[in-house]
């Protein structure tokens, strides 16, 4: 690794200053327990961070850019952290930087053009709904194999995203106070995930909540600050406070996407020296997963589902969100589900938005214990509400040819409300 002569800092990232090197992180993160170099660690990365800020490392550093690259963003660390390191967000103010001397990678930049906007998305996601159909992408998968490893994940990713017969019909609200609230559609998520949306939409209403249209809404902007795009972050984060502020003034924003959430949850951060900091903020506090909601509310309890079920936390609810026990509230809340342990189910899957485009043989690596646990506790069905989580989990499920459905927990509930 090149050290250059020191320079003005780039950066202070002082979102770090609390790190003492314990070492508490090392054994919470994935990579590191896949590679075992102390770089793929969130100490390592630390340090790397810190010669950065200081300018004692330059941003087109190849070893430095390797190791970032490599993080997963699951904030893991965080969670068993003792200091309170804000190792997430120094991290995309890291690759902010870094983003600022290197152009996006082919596969970002893309992605993120068309996610930016929603008229992009529409034809991308009209094929790829057509194509997962003809059920091709699945026998296409398992066809590739070792050969084309990049292209099977892929095709077996959009095979995953196929909605169940089982259609979550309309009802009636279960209470007779009725309020409202808005529900964060996204792009991912309204593109390929509408019998998501349809659920959620069945077990708010079943909860007492209508759910009202909110237009003008876009990207939450996740992946791009992920990706160290901060500049398209902002700008998505604007246009979605005065859509919400706009369409629905004070109503809760119901997210069901946990990456999502975590993302719109930290918009008064994202947004703290812009005009429309105060507004960003107010947003935040309103924004809840809609387990959280759900949680709140009872939730109501729906017919029998004589399911096997087991439970995935995704990273960016249960560590970026700290929501832990309302997923698994929602689900005992249908009578004769058998909800069974799921050994690592607090670990990352491997998916954290394009990482599994980007680096698709340690994503792999971080996904078969994953798929190890799962064949060991056999369910029916895995549940998890990340869209990122479901593709990236499923399709593993897929290419070992697992008897396992992934699907979002309030699907689940759905079902049961619908039966």
Same mark, same amino acid.
């Given at each position: ?194 019998? #998501?949306? /349809?659920?959620? =939409? $069945?077990?708010? %209403?079943?909860?007492? @909540?209508?759910?009202?249209?909110? *237009?003008?809404? +876009? ?67 309103? #924004?809840? /997963?809609?387990? =959280? $909601?759900?949680? %709140?509310?009872?939730? @109501?309890?729906?017919?029998?589902? *004589?399911?096997? +079920? ?69 369910? /029916? ?39």
């Amino acid at each position: 690794m090149s050290i250059a002569a020191a320079t003005a800092p780039v950066h202070g990232f002082t979102g770090l200053d609390p790190c003492v090197h314990c070492g508490f992180c090392l054994p919470a993160c994935p990579t590191y327990e896949t590679t075992s170099d102390e770089a793929d660690s969130p100490r390592g990365r630390i340090v790397l961070m810190r010669a950065l800020g200081r300018g004692i490392l330059q941003a087109d550093d190849p070893a430095l850019t390797l190791h970032l690259d490599r993080c997963l963003g699951c904030r893991g660390c965080e969670s068993v952290c003792p200091s309170g390191v804000a190792y997430g967000a120094a991290l995309e103010e890291a690759r902010a930087v870094i983003t600022a001397t290197r152009p996006l990678r082919p596969v970002e930049r893309t992605a993120l053009w068309i996610l930016a906007r929603p008229e992009r998305q529409r034809l991308l996601w009209w094929l790829s709904r057509i194509a997962r159909g003809t059920r091709l992408p699945r026998l296409l998968a398992r066809g590739a194999g070792g050969a084309a490893p990049r292209i099977a994940a892929m095709l077996a990713m959009l095979a995953a995203t196929a909605p169940t017969r089982r259609r979550a019909a309309r009802r009636s609200p279960g209470t007779a106070r009725c309020d409202a609230c808005a529900v964060l559609t996204g792009c991912v998520m309204d593109g390929l995930f509408g019998h #998501v949306h /349809d659920a959620t =939409e $069945v077990a708010l %209403e079943a909860n007492g @909540l209508r759910v009202r249209s909110t *237009a003008g809404q +876009v990207c939450c902007g996740a992946l791009a600050a992920h990706a160290g795009d901060l500049a398209q972050a902002k700008a998505l984060a604007r246009e979605n406070v005065r859509a919400f502020d706009a369409a629905a003034p004070g109503l809760p924003v119901v997210v069901n996407s946990a990456g999502c959430g975590a993302m719109l949850k930290s918009y008064g951060t994202l947004l703290a020296d812009d005009p429309l900091a105060d507004a960003a903020t107010a947003f935040s506090t309103r #924004v809840r /997963d809609v387990s =959280e $909601v759900l949680a %709140e509310r009872g939730p @109501l309890p729906g017919g029998p589902l *004589a399911l096997r +079920v087991a439970y995935d936390a995704p990273c960016h609810l249960l560590h970026a969100q700290r929501v832990a026990d309302a997923p698994l509230l929602v689900l005992a809340a249908i009578p004769g589900l058998d909800l069974v342990p799921l050994e690592g189910s607090d670990r990352c899957c491997g998916s954290a938005g394009l990482y599994a485009l980007i680096e698709p043989e340690l994503s792999q690596a971080v996904l078969a214990p994953k798929l190890d646990a799962i064949e060991r506790a056999a369910p /029916d069905v895995l549940a998890t509400g990340n869209p990122g989580c479901l593709m990236h989990i499923g399709a593993g499920v897929v290419l070992r040819g697992l008897a396992v459905e992934v699907r979002h927990p309030v699907e689940l509930l759905a079902w049961s409300y619908t039966r």
